[in-house]
């Protein structure tokens, strides 16, 4: 259980924010303000998360890291998973 809250902290704290954001909205829904601040962060936070993913890798194999590292070009070397 701690790894699948690990893994998907970020969209469990989104789907939290935007349901207490939604609810907020729905009690003052009068108020167009209040929907279009709703309307916004939900844009914003949702944005941010897709803009944030970093999607599949440049590099396939073991075989083209080792290829890469050995021509003697400098490497930056960036370790991250999306999970």
């Known amino acids: ?8 902290s970020a969209v469990i704290l989104i789907g939290i924010l935007l349901i207490a954001l939604g ?10 303000r209040a929907l279009a601040v709703f309307a916004a962060v939900a844009i914003v936070i949702v944005g941010g998360y897709l803009s944030a993913r970093s999607g599949p890798s440049d590099v396939a ?4 890291v080792d ?17």
Do not use: C, Q
């Not at 609810?23 to 167009?32: E, P």
């Open 1 to 8: 259980m701690g790894e699948f809250l690990n893994n998907n």
């Open 23 to 32: 609810w907020y909205a729905w009690d003052y829904r009068r108020s167009k």
């Open 61 to 64: 194999t073991l075989a083209e």
């Open 67 to 83: 290829a890469i590292l050995a021509s003697g070009a400098p490497v930056v070397l960036e370790v991250y998973s999306d999970n």
